[in-house]
């Protein structure tokens, strides 16, 4: 069982920076990918981008929305994984989730949300025009 919080959310204006983090609970979070979604009022929850298990050759997987503007890294000293944000619009504006899959940590574009094991609670992001 791993217990994911994310933290970091907040108000931002148009072309501004956001760091999200993710911290887990376990140690053994290396040994999942752990991948990055949003939600905004009104609308399904999509994936933003994932980061596969830590180790040798992680990999990174993008939404064409976020393509060039966000980066996810990770720090498996820390158990934590980050979703790093700039040049943000508006229409970024959700609550942002990150999740652990344990099943495919290898694989790079998993998209699907059924495909990942454990979620956090959600932060807010709100980017103001």
């Known amino acids: 069982q791993v217990q994911l919080v994310e933290s970091g959310g907040g108000l931002v204006q148009t072309g501004g920076s956001l760091t999200l983090s993710c911290a887990a609970s376990a140690r053994t979070v290396y040994m999942y990918a752990v991948g990055w979604f949003r939600q905004a009022p009104g609308k399904e929850r999509e994936f933003v981008g994932r980061?596969?298990?830590?180790?040798?050759?992680?990999?990174?997987y993008y939404d064409d929305s976020v393509k060039g503007r966000f980066t996810i890294s990770r720090d498996d000293a820390k158990n934590t994984v980050y979703l790093h944000m700039k040049s943000l619009k508006p229409e970024d504006t959700a609550t942002y989730y990150c999740a652990a899959d344990s099943r495919l940590p290898g694989i790079v574009a998993v998209i699907r949300a059924g495909a990942y094991d454990y979620w956090g609670q959600g932060t807010q992001v709100t980017v103001s025009s």
């Open positions: 980061i596969t298990r830590g180790g040798d050759g992680v990999g990174t």
